[in-house]
Nanobody, 121 residues
Framework: VQLQASGGGLVQPGGSLRLSCAAS????????LGWFRQAPGKEREFVAATTWSGGSTYYTDSVKGRFTISRDNAKNTVYLQMSSLKPEDTAVYYC???????????????WGQGTQVTVSS
């Protein structure tokens, strides 16, 4: 499956952004989907994930209550709605697909190219 992330940009602290990740290739609805991020000089970290049905979602503690992951299997797209953004959310955000939900990046075989999110005044 091929993934294409978009929606990043520059936003002020407290602002919102919605990231999208469009998939093509294999059957999108067969895959669990995740969002990861990587800040300069840091390792790629788990942000959020959803099961193939979208019935279960998972978040890292630092984004709970601020970020929401969702998917639209009819549009082959997964979203990450980000609100109350903080400077520490600044990173390149990546979407990933795998056979099940993992919080470990290396367990996902398919990756999008990343989209930059910068939170700054």
């Amino acid at each position: 499956v091929q993934l294409q992330a978009s929606g990043g940009g520059l936003v002020q602290p407290g602002g919102s952004l919605r990231l999208s990740c469009a998939a093509s290739g294999r059957t999108f609805s067969n895959y669990a989907l995740g969002w990861f991020r990587q800040a300069p000089g840091k390792e790629r970290e788990f942000v959020a994930a959803t099961t193939w049905s979208g019935g279960s979602t998972y978040y890292t503690d630092s984004v709970k209550g601020r970020f929401t992951i969702s998917r639209d299997n009819a549009k082959n797209t997964v979203y990450l709605q980000m609100s109350s953004l903080k400077p520490e959310d600044t990173a390149v955000y990546y979407c990933a697909a795998g056979t099940k939900v993992w919080t470990i990046a290396t367990m996902y075989p398919y990756w999008g190219q990343g989209t930059q999110v910068t939170v700054s005044s």
